[in-house]
């Protein structure tokens, strides 16, 4: 099974700076078929990027998804007050599909 | 606009079994592939299966001995049956569609464990 580690565990930012958040695979992860959610309290999750690096419908091109192999990351250009949330990453290549531990992205 | 929502009992008695339905409305199942995903309380998320509206299924490994998905898809309805459950099973259970990226999911449901 895949372990997907991601870091760092918590992100304080202000609005306005831009977030890299890591996402890390125990083993290659095939065709790149990562994705990446966020979840708020309270709410559905929602998809971000599949595939790594292809947004999902309505996601605004400040999100942006690179990386393959076994190292991905997720970067949000400049924060808003509505990305401020826990981001989980997703791998989908090789089953059982597995999820990382979340990323809380917190206002500083 | 595509919504899920779970629905079942919120506790299940240790041994017994959990299930619970999806439903989905706004949209039609036929072409699509569902999933149920849950996370344990102060845990990642663990995958437990998939069907496609046909039927065809897939489980986590780790649960497939417990586990049965299926559809109906003329109520637009998929459900997941999980046997001898134990504290280990207490969880927010979600459903969602897709079979490797999820593009919808439900809200989430809590199911307890009482032992």
């Known amino acids: 099974e895949i372990v997907l580690t991601q870091s760092p565990g918590i992100l304080s930012l202000s609005p306005g700076e831009r977030a890299t958040l890591s996402c890390r695979s125990s083993q290659s992860i095939t065709s790149s078929r990562l994705a990446w959610y966020r979840h708020k309290p309270g709410q559905a999750p929602r998809i971000f990027l599949y595939?790594?690096?292809k947004r999902a419908t309505g996601v605004p091109d400040r999100f942006s998804g690179s990386g393959s192999g076994t190292d991905f990351t997720l970067t949000i250009s400049r924060l808003e007050p509505e990305d401020f949330a826990v981001y989980f990453c997703h791998q989908y290549g090789s089953s059982p599909y597995t999820f990382g531990q979340g990323t809380k992205l917190e206002i500083k | 606009q595509v919504q899920l929502q779970e629905s079942g009992p919120g506790l299940v008695k240790s041994s017994e079994t959990l299930s619970l339905t999806c439903t989905v409305s706004?949209?039609?199942?036929?072409?699509?592939?569902w999933s149920w995903v849950r996370q344990p309380p102060g845990k990642g998320l663990e995958w437990i299966a998939y069907i496609y509206y046909d039927g065809t299924t897939s489980y986590n490994p780790s649960l497939k001995s417990r586990v049965t998905i299926s559809v109906d898809t003329s109520r637009n309805q998929f459900s997941l049956k999980l046997t001898s459950v134990t504290d280990a099973d207490t969880a927010v259970y979600y459903c969602?569609?897709?079979?490797?990226?999820?593009?919808?999911w439900g809200q989430g449901t809590l199911v307890t464990v009482s032992s």
């Open positions: 706004g949209g039609s199942m036929s072409g699509f592939y």
């Open positions: 595939d790594a690096s």
């Open positions: 969602t569609r897709g079979g490797w990226s999820y593009d919808y």
